[in-house]
């Protein structure tokens, strides 16, 4: 198990951050808020599948964004819940 590199964690939250939806991470029983650095750091983890929930005004333009992001990455996510 390895984390995710700086680059994509920056990335990741950087584009989270365009957005005013939430936007969460969950695996396991752990949530992350993915507009924070810091939250990504010490649980983003390349092996690990997640799943991305989104609620909020643009929550359709923020799943794009993220999964994009993601993919760019070669990090998983399972499935973007509403």
């Keep these: 198990m390895s ?3 700086n680059a994509a964690i920056v990335e990741i939250s ?3 951050n365009k957005f005013r939806s939430s936007i969460v991470l969950q695996y396991d029983n752990k949530y992350i ?3 924070s650095i ?7 983890l390349t092996s690990s599948n997640y799943d ?6 643009d929550a ?3 799943k ?3 999964a994009e992001v993601f ?3 070669s990090l998983m996510i399972n499935s973007i819940q509403d």
């Design 3 to 5: 984390n995710a590199n």
């Design 14 to 16: 950087q584009t989270a």
């Design 33 to 35: 808020d993915v507009k």
């Design 38 to 44: 810091l939250g990504l750091f010490t649980t983003l």
């Design 52 to 57: 991305l929930h989104v609620h909020g005004p």
């Design 60 to 62: 359709d333009e923020a």
């Design 64 to 66: 794009k964004a993220m």
């Design 71 to 73: 993919e760019k990455h």
